[in-house]
């Protein structure tokens, strides 16, 4: 498999009034040619910003890329002119954004909206643009999708509305799409469906997927790989499966005994990961996650762990072998 | 669509009939009436027995709920009365001053246009910049400068000192389109002045506030280039507040409109209308009131329907 996109020590920083907020800090990851990757954590931890600056969408002022790189296709996207950007925007790389009711123009019809990144990236007449989305319509599993095309957002559900905005992302078949946190918005059975869905639709394009959320089941089911991460930073790395059988990071530990699972004793309480997610602000020193961890060390105050190979697909920033 | 339109407009009727019968009282209240007024200039009518038989003449010792039918159902039948002090019909004069008005608010608004969009496209695109900051401040002088004083410092500044345009006066356009463009230069300018300050301010907040939704991150995303995005999927959204304050705007312009008259001494509505007042010219001054009612009304419903258009949400359900 060949390597479609290489991360390596992005930075993106927030110049707010009342200081700075490292959202993105020197992280790194690769992604192959129609790979599913994860990015999974609790909310503020960077996920988002991290998939806004793979496409430099991050609004300027306050937020900019201070430093890294972003290969894409053999090129380095953060160096690119304004024009070839947009040309690699929702035509090679495609985003998937959450709250599908705010993120679709409410004033254009659905039909416009979806034509859009045919119209600007591919020379096709307006006519074979139009049979491509009537076709992509019903893929998502839009009914009636002629008259829906003339439809405006507000007269679709809130799962129509997550289609069709799936859609769009596949229209001008990306190698790689970004869902972030694609079904946040919808109840659960909706969420359920239109996974399946985009898993479908990447497999078959052979497109690649980084899939954003804070749902471990999600990522369990539907990821190659995970990246973990917290305050602004990548704290542990490893394939879908090997997360899920040994977690090493204390964090990666916490999240999954926080959450529910069929398997286990009903009667069993949840156990929350104590204290509050950090100030992004006034990080804590060390480690940013030393406030809230129980295995702390002395050194995990004053020393910032970096990643390390602990096997062949399995990284961790820790100072702490939590299985020993 | 078609019942959004007929609602609308029912509505209109029933606010005018209102504002015709507050319109009716509102001249009643001022004190003295036309013929105390004619008397006070043509001392040949100071004598009691002759005020009253004028007043009886014009149908004024009546019960004010018979003169306010009387006045409504003539009215609607286009029979607007004569003037009490010149004696001419009321609906001629109206007709005969009406294009110099309109001439007045088309070009206030020209200006306002001109003006106040790119200043608040500008201002919003260069957010927090010192080109916003010196746009903004501008705006609110422009809003905030009273339109008297400004019509006198222009005359002064563009009339006297550099003596490029015409102190006062009008000339039709069908007599000489360039000095007639001259002569509304300034009077629009001053009147169209808060109109334009006012918009650069709801252009760029508007803006602004659409540049950070959603859906224009989605249009970035899509790989739009930022001329394309503002055009396709900014400028409409941005527009709806904006609309509204052009509808309001263009009912506060009659404000502006009879004191630019009365300045540039433009033989318009609003001159016509203040002249009115001070002779008590019951007719006249009714008359004005009305379409200056009807000019607020005209100008909401077309903002209503302006909206439906730019916005689906209105339109469908």
């Known amino acids: 498999m060949s390597k479609l996109l290489e991360v390596k020590n992005l930075s993106t920083h927030f110049f707010t009034d009342d200081g700075l907020v490292k959202a993105v800090d020197n992280i790194s990851y690769s992604l192959n040619e129609g790979e599913t990757l994860g990015l999974v954590g609790e909310s503020g931890c960077g996920k988002s910003v991290n998939a806004l600056s793979l496409l430099r969408l991050i609004p300027n002022p306050p937020g900019k890329i201070v430093s890294g790189k972003v290969i894409f296709e053999d090129q380095n996207l953060l160096t690119l002119s304004e024009d070839d950007i947009c040309r690699i925007r929702g035509n090679r790389m495609a985003m998937i954004f959450q709250e599908p009711m705010t993120s679709l123009n409410p004033v254009m019809t659905i039909g416009r909206q979806l034509m859009e990144p045919m119209e600007i990236h591919r020379q096709m007449t307006r006519g074979e643009i139009q049979e491509r989305c009537l076709d992509l319509l019903k893929r998502v599993h839009i009914p009636e999708a002629p008259t829906r095309m003339n439809a405006y957002p507000h007269q679709f559900s809130g799962g129509m509305l997550q289609r069709a905005m799936i859609a769009m992302g596949l229209t001008c078949n990306p190698r790689l799409v970004i869902a972030d946190e694609p079904t946040t918005a919808l109840d659960v059975t909706i969420q359920a469906q239109l996974l399946e869905l985009m898993k479908d639709l990447t497999r078959e394009f052979g497109t690649a997927l980084i899939i954003i959320t804070h749902n471990l089941g999600i990522v369990a089911r539907y990821a190659d790989r995970v990246n973990v991460m917290y305050a602004g930073r990548i704290v542990e790395k490893s394939t879908a499966m090997d997360l899920y059988k040994n977690p090493r990071h204390p964090y990666t530990i916490g999240l999954m005994a926080s959450v529910p699972r069929l398997d286990q004793d009903m009667k069993k309480k949840l156990k929350p990961i104590e204290g509050q997610p950090p100030d992004l602000i006034h990080l804590p020193s060390g480690c940013s996650f030393h406030p809230r961890c129980s295995y702390r060390v002395e050194r995990c105050l004053n020393e910032t762990p970096e990643l390390k190979t602990v096997n062949e697909n399995h990284e961790i920033a820790c100072w702490v072998d939590v299985r020993t | ?317």
Request: charged residues 15%; without cysteine.
């Open chain 2, 1 to 317: 669509m078609k019942r959004y339109i007929a609602s609308r407009l029912l509505y209109s009727i029933l606010i005018l009939f209102f504002v015709s019968i507050l319109i009716f009282t509102l001249a009643r209240l001022m004190p003295g009436d036309p013929i105390q007024a004619a008397a006070m200039i043509n001392t040949d009518l100071a004598n009691p027995e002759i005020m009253n038989d004028l007043r009886a003449k014009f149908g004024l010792d009546k019960p004010y709920h018979e003169q306010y039918f009387l006045w409504l159902t003539d009215f609607a039948k286009g029979e607007w009365g004569d003037s009490l002090g010149s004696g001419e019909e009321v609906l001629a004069m109206f007709l005969r001053r009406l294009p110099v008005t309109l001439e007045l608010f088309i070009g206030a608004t020209f200006w306002s246009f001109i003006i106040g969009f790119p200043f608040g496209i500008i201002a919003a695109l260069r957010r927090n910049s010192w080109l916003d900051a010196s746009l903004t401040t501008t705006s609110i002088i422009g809003v905030s400068i009273p339109v008297f004083w400004e019509g006198i410092v222009f005359i002064y500044l563009f009339a006297v000192i550099l003596p490029i345009f015409p102190p006062s006066g009008y000339v039709p356009f069908s007599e000489s389109p360039w000095e007639n463009l001259l002569s509304v230069a300034m009077p629009t300018f001053v009147m169209g002045t808060q109109t334009a300050g006012l918009l650069a301010r709801y252009v760029r907040s508007s803006l602004l506030e659409v540049l950070g939704q959603d859906f224009i991150r989605t249009a970035r995303a899509k790989g739009l280039r930022e001329k394309a995005m503002l055009i396709r999927h900014a400028a409409r959204p941005a527009l709806l507040p904006v609309v509204t304050v052009i509808g309001l705007s263009w009912g506060y312009m009659v404000a502006g409109s009879f004191l630019v008259e009365y300045m540039f001494a433009i033989p318009g509505l609003g001159r016509m209308g203040v002249n009115a007042v001070f002779a008590r010219d019951f007719p006249v001054i009714q008359a004005t009131l009305v379409i200056v009612a009807l000019n607020v009304m005209l100008a909401n419903l077309t903002v209503d329907l302006v909206y439906g258009y730019l916005d689906p949400r209105v339109r469908i359900h």
